[in-house]
């Protein structure tokens, strides 16, 4: 198995980082991209005022989880728990013996290959991995790599070297970003996520106010809480709830908030949630407190109201689950969004879209009863708020 070692600071990881990641994935095969923040660069010192270790960790598992490869992607906390400055060679050194006989290469920016000669043992680092380095720009191509990588082969032989120069490579450096960011620039080097990430912890000198949100920086914030694989579906049911919003009458932003939040603490674990409704004091059903499904909606809703001051969609994303009987105008739409938006694929799914479009009560009826089948069928427990829609919304319609 050919395993790429891409360490560095990661403050904070933009996407510069990861276009270089998937081209080196590429040129190399790799079947495996281990991203690892250090812990005390031995090279340089980390600016003042940067995040903590855990939180460099945590911006680069968002950032990779960018990449949408969660099956060949990974992130080591190797250096950031380990005592002293973290040495290549040492991360090197206990990569083979947590992966052994795999092949190793070690990925790097232009800069830090010119300079490798100079690291800590860089000898014992050539003869541990492979060393594939990639230009930042159009102009880092053979006239900049040649002479290191011959300088490299005579003094280390047996040393394997690959550069490629990525070609449309952002440009930006982490230290660039860092002076950016307090002025409220940097967004467009950085994933939706990281950004959001970084607005959600206050980092790089951000003040950003979560209960005044701009749509565009609260998708990211939202963003930042889920797992990429989920943001399709969001994105989605976004432009779905602002679709019906504006055929129903009802406020267009406030759908699209809902949207943007309704599945942010999807992937919170059962105590995460319960922890949340605690706080604000929202009692459960045994049945909710068991069920993940029906926790995301409670936790969710309560972070909306709470945290991001959005006490107008509160109703729309506690029964987005469930539905329930005499819904709202906002909670029925947020509710057929979220079933039927564009990259939702089931055989009713053409009728209920017909339905939201023609007959709201008709569709929500309907998506209840499609819930109460999948319930029976799964010989799982109904939630009384969906078995109360489904007779509600059954009588309306028969009526």
């Known amino acids: 198995m050919k395993i ?12 510069g980082h990861l276009a270089a990641a ?26 003042p ?15 990779a989880d960018q990449l949408l490869m969660p099956e060949r992607t990974e992130v080591w906390d190797a250096e950031v728990h380990r005592a002293g400055k973290s040495y290549t060679a040492d991360t090197l050194e206990e990569a083979a013996r947590r992966w052994p006989g795999d092949e190793l290469w070690l990925l790097m920016g232009t800069d830090m290959f010119l300079t490798l000669h100079q690291w800590a043992e860089p000898e014992r680092i050539l003869r541990l991995a492979g060393v594939c380095a990639f230009g930042r720009t159009e102009a880092d191509g053979e006239a900049v790599f040649a002479p ?54 206050k980092l790089y000198g951000t003040r950003a106010d979560l209960k005044g949100l701009s749509l565009e920086d609260l998708r990211c914030v939202s963003y930042s809480m889920v797992y990429a694989k989920r943001l399709a579906h969001i994105r989605g049911c976004e432009e779905e709830a602002a679709r019906l919003a504006r055929r129903w009458g ?31 004091g929202l009692e459960l059903l045994p049945l909710e407190r068991a069920t993940d499904k029906l926790l995301h909606a409670k936790s969710g809703a309560l972070l909306a109201k709470h945290v991001f001051g959005m006490d107008d969609i509160y109703e729309a994303i506690l029964y987005h689950t469930t539905a329930r009987a005499g819904m709202s105008l906002e909670e029925k739409l947020l509710y057929i969004a979220d079933y039927m938006e564009p990259n939702r694929d089931f055989p009713e799914v053409g009728e209920l879209r017909r339905l939201a479009y023609t007959d709201l009560d008709g569709a929500v009826g309907m998506g209840a009863a499609l819930s109460v089948q999948e319930m029976l069928l799964r010989d799982k427990e109904l939630h009384h708020d969906t078995r109360e829609a489904f007779e509600y919304y059954k009588k309306g319609n028969e009526g």
Do not use: W
């Open 250 to 280: 009802a406020d267009e932003d406030r759908m699209r908030r809902a949207a943007i939040l309704h599945d942010c603490t999807k992937y919170f674990s059962c105590r995460e949630h319960l922890e949340i409704c605690d706080r604000y």
């Open 148 to 201: 290191q990588r011959d300088y490299l082969s005579r003094t280390y032989p047996g040393a394997r070297l690959t550069t490629i120069t990525v070609p449309g490579l952002v440009d930006i450096s982490s230290t660039q970003l860092r002076e950016l960011l307090p002025r409220g620039g940097g967004r467009d080097f950085l994933p939706e996520a990281v950004y959001g990430y970084i607005l959600r912890e």
């Open 4 to 15: 790429g070692i891409y360490g560095g600071s990661f403050n904070p990881p933009h996407l």
């Open 22 to 47: 998937q081209a080196a994935v590429a040129a190399l095969g790799l079947d495996r991209l281990v991203f690892v923040p250090a812990g005390i660069p031995p090279h340089k010192d980390l600016a």
């Open 49 to 63: 005022g940067s995040p903590t270790p855990d939180q460099r960790l945590e911006m680069t598992r968002v950032a």
